[in-house]
């Protein structure tokens, strides 16, 4: 992530967005089970929250630095993992959920983010759900990922990627500026 990025989503203002706004809108009233799988904790905008849905949070973080903030953040005990998204490092079958709220355009290709999907996929448990939201390609989201990653994920085929990587029952909800998606894990 560039200056900007890690800027804003750092800020009071994103962390509201995501508490009141994003995580109502992408999760609703959805049974999240007991230990869910927070995909691209960054710098903990939804950390909180999800720990208040579900009895046992564990946050993933790519950034070793954010890992750090993270887990101070939390205190300890809080399961802040440093790793990558497309090569989970939890066995199979442990998680009742996942969130990723903009995470998978940060991945460096459409290759890793099918490897995520594949991995994800892996470490649900059967009946396991994936949410997540992401942000529409576009010139403006493309100015804000200068000098970063930015691998927009087109929704028009996520559904064959997902069910693909061995997910059932994928929705597919777009908003102006971007969409959100659910996929669970079949038995």
Not at 15 to 21: C, D, H, Q, S
Not at 110 to 124: I, M, N, S, Y
Not at 166 to 180: H, S
């Amino acid at each position: 992530m560039n200056v900007l990025e890690n800027w804003y989503c750092s800020t009071s203002f994103w962390r509201w967005m995501t508490r009141a706004r994003l995580l109502p809108w992408l999760l609703g009233s959805s049974d999240l089970g007991e230990h869910l799988l927070e995909i691209g904790a960054g710098a903990g905008a939804a950390t909180a929250e999800l720990r208040k849905r579900v009895p046992h949070v564990t946050s993933l973080e790519y950034d070793p630095v954010a890992v750090v903030r993270l887990a101070q953040k939390n205190g300890t005990g809080a399961g802040v993992v440093q790793g990558d998204a497309a090569a989970l490092p939890f066995a199979d079958r442990t998680f009742s959920s996942a969130v990723a709220v903009l995470v998978l355009h940060h991945l460096r290709s459409r290759e890793a983010q099918d490897r995520t999907f594949a991995e994800v996929r892996r470490v649900l448990q059967p009946g396991g759900r994936f949410f997540a939201f992401e942000i529409s390609e576009g010139w403006f989201n493309r100015l804000i990922h200068t000098n970063s990653t930015f691998v927009p994920v087109q929704p028009d085929a996520l559904a064959a990627r997902l069910t693909s990587a061995g997910f059932a029952a994928v929705t597919l909800d777009p908003r102006p500026g971007g969409f959100r998606f659910t996929a669970s894990r079949s038995a």
